[in-house]
């Protein structure tokens, strides 16, 4: 970028460059939260727009932040734990949850609707980027933060623990009877059991198609399914296997049986927000604030937040903030 050169009386240069010194000599910051050792780790830095668009903007204004979500529970909690984050901080916040799928949402960041939201780092990979399934958390991470930045304007902040990968699960009297404890044990037995999915699961590269093609099998039928309905479905005998998701609490719930992945297809889905560039430059705090939960989530107590909504029938906005009070993260 060109700098038209200006000059500046001499006492204001002066000043200049003592506050530059004042400000290589202070102490670095740590960061406000420590990944998990699993999960990959983001290296987040304001860009100098940003920091030049912080500098300019007046003491305590703060811009407002729409937050949204998809359309299942795990997406309205960590959307409510993003809006609490923001408004503990002082922000206002516009909630525009449970607007649909991953393209209805992506679509809503790319045209300005909402600001930020928290989506899976595969799901960017295969589902939004188009690129070839990768099986390393880091490398996934690292693509997608690369990939949003240059073709959607976004930036990936640090992700916050779990990873919500798919997987395929059965009731245990089924999977028993046949003997399923791994996905390529369907193989000589797809053609005679009904498959539930999400609509996107369907149709997605990383989803029924690829598992279909990489393991050699093909279900009898597909049927797309709400995600609460496909949970229900499979507890009730209408289907034989769902694609549910990994911290869903209800596999433990309805003490349904995960198969192991024994080919690895499915990549790595840690979840982490997703922000607009030109929301940043307004306001790289805003960065800090959602950051507090990097690491902060394993898998099991993301179920179990996912559980008390489900099965307990709790708000999504209630469960957030206890988790954040708990955390010592809001006031």
Request: aromatic residues 8%.
């Amino acid at each position: 970028m060109n700098v038209r050169r200006r000059w500046f009386p001499f006492t204001f240069r002066l000043a200049m460059v003592v506050a530059a010194l004042t400000a290589a000599c202070a102490p670095a910051t740590q960061p406000s939260a420590q990944p998990s050792a699993t999960a990959p780790v983001a290296a987040a830095r304001p860009t100098d727009a940003a920091t030049a668009a912080s500098a300019s903007k007046p003491a305590g204004a703060k811009p407002k932040v729409a937050v949204g979500s998809k359309d299942f529970t795990e997406q309205l909690i960590v959307g409510q734990m993003a809006a609490v984050l923001l408004e503990d901080a002082g922000y206002q916040v516009d909630r525009k949850l449970n607007l649909g799928g991953t393209a209805v949402v992506n679509q809503a960041l790319m045209n300005g609707d909402v600001d930020t939201y928290v989506e899976y780092t595969g799901t960017g990979l295969t589902a939004l980027l188009k690129l070839p399934v990768q099986t390393d958390p880091q490398q996934v991470y690292d693509t997608v933060k690369k990939e949003y930045e240059s073709q959607f304007k976004a930036t990936w902040l640090k992700p916050w623990g779990f990873n919500n990968t798919y997987a395929l699960t059965m009731r245990q009297d089924r999977a028993a009877e046949m003997g399923a404890k791994k996905i390529s044990d369907l193989k000589e037995k797809a053609s005679g059991l009904v498959f539930g999915g999400t609509q996107e699961f369907l149709t997605r590269p990383d989803g029924l198609p690829g598992v279909e093609q990489l393991y050699g099998l093909k279900f009898k039928e597909g049927k797309g399914m709400d995600p609460g309905i496909m949970y229900q479905a499979v507890d009730q005998k209408q289907v034989d296997v769902i694609s549910a998701f990994a911290t869903d609490g209800r596999i433990v719930g309805l003490k349904l049986v995960t198969l192991e992945d024994d080919k690895k297809f499915f990549p790595p889905y840690f979840a982490a927000p997703v922000i607009r560039q030109d929301t940043l430059a307004k306001d790289p705090q805003i960065a800090e604030v959602l950051n507090k939960l990097g690491g902060k989530i394993d898998d099991s107590t993301m179920a179990n937040l996912n559980l008390k909504v489900d099965q307990d029938k709790k708000e999504p906005l209630d469960v957030a903030r206890e988790f954040l009070k708990q955390q010592g993260l809001i006031k």
